[in-house]
């Protein structure tokens, strides 16, 4: 018998997946919210953590797993087409090879930064939606999905930030940009917390499925296991 994905599960990974690859080039732009810096990623990223909640909350940690590594394997191929891309000479009807290399293109420091902190903040997020639904017998799923947000979103901005700008700036402001961004996307996720509790009651009521982790292994790498 032939396995099924729904519909909905292949939008919510598309979606996971264009929020990753549009950040990555948004974030060549940096902003001030609230006194605070930050770059333009904020305003898509942290919908990629809403729709990992999303997906681990209706589907389980395995299908986000799954969805997880997608998503860095598409962005990693974007990656390689914009680097060729650049490498590419010229015509002489582009006049624009600076700022397209500028925009499209981004140091080996930042490009390993970037996917490590994806790849550890993706599956932390994960990992605690997993764990707290069955703790909590799936109620509250609103403390939940918080909760993970911000141990994501905080190993996810740690990690990218450490491996980033560690012997660049100070380490106290590697700290204090980290909690910074962290809180920033945290807040993020609470305003649009309604609208995540809506569309996650919802998906439960029309797939008919609401898949609590018992038994399952988290080791990340066991793709496998879909």
């Not at 060549?28 to 305003?43: E, Y």
């Not at 582009?94 to 993706?122: C, E, Y």
């Not at 740690?158 to 809180?183: D, R, S, W």
Request: aromatic share 14%; net charge positive.
């Amino acid at each position: 018998m032939k396995k099924q994905v729904s519909l909905t599960y292949m939008v919510a990974g598309l979606l996971f997946t264009v929020c990753l690859i549009v950040a990555n080039i948004t974030a060549q732009k940096t902003i001030t919210i609230f006194g605070l810096s930050a770059t333009a990623a904020i305003l898509v990223f942290p919908v990629s953590y809403i729709v990992n909640d999303l997906i681990a909350e209706v589907w389980g940690y395995k299908k986000a797993r799954f969805i997880i590594w997608i998503g860095f394997l598409l962005n990693f191929l974007v990656v390689i087409i914009f680097r060729l891309s650049i490498l590419i000479p010229e015509n002489a009807f582009f006049p624009h090879q600076g700022a397209f290399a500028q925009i499209l293109g981004s140091t080996f420091r930042l490009t390993v930064a970037s996917f490590a902190a994806f790849l550890l903040g993706s599956f932390v997020n994960a990992y605690v939606m997993s764990k707290m639904k069955i703790l909590q017998k799936g109620k509250r799923f609103s403390i939940r999905a918080v909760v993970s947000t911000f141990a994501g979103e905080g190993m996810d901005s740690l990690v990218f930030f450490f491996i980033a700008f560690v012997g660049i700036m100070p380490l106290k402001n590697v700290f204090e940009l980290t909690l910074h961004i962290a809180l920033l996307k945290t807040v993020y996720e609470v305003l649009v917390l309604p609208l995540t509790i809506y569309l996650v009651k919802r998906i439960k009521k029309v797939e008919g499925v609401d898949v609590y982790d018992q038994d399952v292994n988290y080791n990340p790498f066991k793709i496998n296991e879909f």
